[in-house]
């Protein structure tokens, strides 16, 4: 029994994240892939080491290191929290597998079991981040002993237990009274919003409390507080953190031995709940009861029928929505509130007003826009994922009789006009708080534009060539296709004839530079459009 | 009318899907494509709807070569797909009119408003394909495939998931659609089907087709009297 918990766990993670990754042969291109995890990870490791070191040091000037340890803990107790939240409604109740798992003979309790274990191994992946390397920085700063390591790893397998199963029950108990297949969408896009009004308000109290090493420990004086303050709800919080700052057994065991009790709970709980909710959510659901009429039957110009098309299926899949659509609009929104916020802004103001296009600041200007605008492209996912978004009807694509060119252009606009409106709108705020020059903030979105098309034409070649379309569930296209990272590095390496024209270029006329821009980019742009055209169906041998 | 001449198709090497396959559907009859699970039946569809490309050999539809002039020759077939998923967040009528802007479909409203009350599915046109259960969406599919009147029909397993009279409805479009001239090309697995409506059969086995002809001409060949479940067995085992 416990080895088809443990088998089913497997397959459960790997259908959510892994599959695409595992089918992919050892190669030249798998170990592209891996250097560019490998940066990106180490990359967060960096980020997550050099924060703990500092708070660290500066506590320790006033012997108040121990204070670090109840932060940790608090951090990951929340971000279990949270993350389950928005994981658990995907994993639990809208996946794709649910279908293939519940006829098969596996104990209810056995699906539970593996679910529940699913999530919990998702809380570790960010674990590593909020928890092991800044531990693993505290011991070495306060030369810990080897117990300390023991401690900390205990610790930290355990201690996400409780926030993930009140996370996850929660979520059951709203499935049980929701009707789920009416409200799928409301559902997902709130928890989103939750997050990423956190998000921004997080960042709008960083960006309001950062500066010197005394606001620092007031900071984190503030967040001990907190935490030791939470310690009568979350037992789990003070034993986890007197474990690790007095090496206290006791704690230690008290700790794992709630955890445990809670495990047992949630699984005999869930499995009460769990399949009254999730057999809401894949059933049929509530049917409107309109009678089609004439203005259904109007007829659009091709194109246009399939843009709507295109928009239709990314905005109304909850998963592709919250995945590729709102990253394209929060970001924009985080940056310009946490901008307009910030530190120092006023003076920027007083700096900018004297900005010109007739001289070095207004080219200045114009290619920092630019760079901005890719940067902030770099989240939307839209064209990368154009064709394997599709899943099985993918197919239809080679059966109708369209060119294939013509349906990747057409797939690719979405992509385009998100990103641009976003950055559009962001722009117009950036550029009326600043008072920039108009021309210059123009011109920037004009090449930004000519910039979109060709992200959008790299990326669904990409997606043809390496389609992931035949997936279990949507999550796989989304969250864990290697091709996102090829954007990514599309962005960046683009990045760098702006970073120069910034750098060297910047002694010419706007009007100089903006055409030497203009060439680049319509020139990178109207080459992926020729090889789409060029090849055409053989594009889409891959999709079948 | 369909040509298939010498088709061959691997997934993997040295394994062929399909096996030097000729085959010539003609205009006005019913033409059943009968094999086992595996046989090869989904893969040779997929080569003549322009779904796969071939290794070797042509497909023709009504003399447009499938490869070479993709366009035209997809304009001459409308096509139902084994799984009839399709763009499951649009709303059935949704799709429906799609593909009538893509087909450049002519008085759409009534063509697809007659259908749809054929099938008893007029009343939740207005609801997402999502929430549409399997046979459901495999009527919007069939729909959606004669919209613009296409010379040949081509469907894979289009039985699956019917409710008994929908089945019937579906076997009198087929034989009202080759009793005007047309081709129906479709593939099960079912013999009772096939041994009903069909003026002629093939039958494929592993990649190979083992005979093409008359259900009458099978059961002659193959066993003296005997249902076409024992011709089927007997064929595809000796193979
Ligand atoms: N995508 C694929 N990759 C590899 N092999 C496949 C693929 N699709 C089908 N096959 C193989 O090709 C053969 C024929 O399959 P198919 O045409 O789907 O059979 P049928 O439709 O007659 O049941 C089977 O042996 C199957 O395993
Ligand atoms: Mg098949």
Redesign the pocket.
């Known amino acids: 029994m416990l080895k088809r918990i443990l088998s089913l766990t497997g397959i459960l993670i790997k259908t959510n994240i892994g599959a695409s990754m595992a089918k992919q042969s050892i190669g030249k291109k798998k170990i592209f892939t891996i250097l560019l995890l490998v940066f990106a990870y180490g990359y967060l490791t960096f980020i997550s080491g050099a924060f703990s070191y500092g708070a660290i040091s500066t506590l320790m000037i006033v012997n108040q290191h121990s204070a670090f340890i109840s932060l940790v803990c608090l951090i990951n107790i929340v971000s279990s929290l949270f993350e389950t939240f928005i994981t658990s409604s995907n994993v639990l109740y809208f996946s794709k597998d649910n279908d293939y798992l519940l006829p098969l003979p596996f104990q209810p309790f056995e699906i539970v079991a593996s679910k529940i274990n699913t999530l919990l191994v998702f809380s570790y992946f960010s674990e590593v981040f909020f928890g092991l390397i800044p531990l693993i920085v505290y011991g070495y700063l306060t030369k810990a002993s080897f117990l300390f390591y023991i401690f900390m790893i205990i610790v930290l397998i355990v201690i996400p237990f409780v926030p993930v199963f009140l996370a996850t029950l929660v979520m059951m108990v709203v499935m049980l009274f929701v009707n789920m297949s009416k409200h799928k969408s409301l559902f997902q896009t709130i928890g989103i919003i939750m997050v990423m009004v956190t998000t921004m308000s997080i960042s709008i109290y960083m960006t309001n409390n950062t500066g010197s090493q005394e606001d620092l420990l007031v900071v984190l004086n503030q967040v001990n507080g907190l935490a030791q303050s939470l310690y009568p709800y979350f037992p789990t919080l003070k034993f986890a953190s007197e474990a690790l700052i007095n090496a206290s057994f006791v704690s230690l065991l008290l700790l794992v031995l709630i955890s445990a009790v809670s495990y047992v709970v949630m699984i005999s709980v869930s499995n009460r709940i769990y399949f009254k909710g999730v057999v809401g959510s894949s059933s049929t659901g509530s049917y409107s009861k309109r009678k089609v009429e004439k203005k259904d039957f109007v007829k659009g110009s091709l194109a246009l029928s399939y843009v709507a098309k295109e928009f239709k299926c990314l905005i109304r899949k909850p998963v592709y929505f919250t995945q590729c659509v709102l990253p394209s609009l929060i970001l924009p929104i985080i940056m310009t509130v946490t901008f307009s916020q910030a530190v120092g802004v006023d003076e920027l103001v007083a700096d900018s007003s004297q900005i010109t296009i007739f001289d070095k600041s207004g080219q200045i200007t114009f290619s920092v826009l630019v760079l901005i605008c890719i940067f902030m492209s770099m989240y939307t996912y839209i064209s990368i994922t154009a064709v394997s978004r599709d899943g099985s009807s993918a197919t239809f694509m080679k059966y109708i009789p369209l060119p294939f060119y013509q349906q990747l252009v057409y797939k690719c606009i979405p992509d385009i006009l998100l990103t641009f409106v976003s950055n559009l709108m962001m722009m117009t705020v950036v550029a009326a708080k600043l008072k920039l020059p108009v021309l210059a903030v123009v011109l920037a979105l004009v090449i930004f534009l000519i910039f979109a098309v060709g992200r959008s034409f790299f990326g669904v070649i990409i997606d043809c060539k390496k389609p992931r379309h ?1 997936f279990t569930s949507e999550y796989q296209v989304v969250k864990s296709n290697p091709s996102i990272f090829y954007d990514i590095v599309y962005n960046f390496v683009l990045l760098i004839p702006s970073a120069l024209s910034l750098m060297i270029l910047s002694d010419l006329p706007l009007l100089v530079i903006f055409l030497i821009n203009l060439l680049f980019h319509a020139g990178l742009s109207y080459g992926f459009y020729r090889y789409i055209r060029e090849k055409d169906f053989k594009l889409a041998q891959k999709i ?1 | 009318m369909i040509e298939i001449r010498n088709v061959s ?1 691997s ?2 090497k040295g ?1 062929k ?2 096996d030097g396959l000729n085959l010539t559907i003609n205009n006005g009859e019913i033409f059943g494509f009968l ?12 080569m003549i709807t322009g779904i796969l490309n071939s290794d070797e050999g042509e497909i023709l539809i009504d003399g447009y070569d499938i490869d070479k002039q993709p366009m035209e020759a997809k304009k001459q077939f409308g096509f139902v797909p ?1 799984n009839p998923d399709v763009f499951l967040s649009l709303k059935a009528i949704e799709y429906l009119n799609f593909l009538c802007d893509i087909y450049g479909v002519e008085d759409r409203e009534n063509k697809v408003i007659n259908m749809a009350k054929k099938f008893e599915i007029y009343d939740v046109l207005n609801n997402k394909l999502e929430s549409f259960s399997h046979g459901m969406r495999q009527k919007v599919v069939i729909i959606g495939a004669l919209l613009h009147n296409p010379n040949n029909w081509i469907l ?2 289009p039985m699956t998931g019917l409710d008994p009279k929908s089945s019937f409805d579906l076997k009198e479009m087929m034989r009202e659609h080759a009793d005007e001239g047309k081709t129906v090309f479709f ?1 099960t ?1 079912v013999l009772e089907v096939a041994e009903k409506m069909c003026d002629r059969v093939g039958i ?1 086995s ?2 190979r087709l083992l005979f093409v002809g008359t259900i009458d001409e099978a059961k002659e060949q193959f066993a003296k009297e005997g249902s076409l479940e024992k011709v089927f067995l007997e064929i595809t085992q000796n193979a």
């Open positions: 035949n079948f | 198709k997934y993997t394994i899907s399909v094999g086992p699970n595996g046989a090869g039946k989904t893969t040779t569809i997929k084994d894979d397993e593939s697995h494929i592993k990649g």
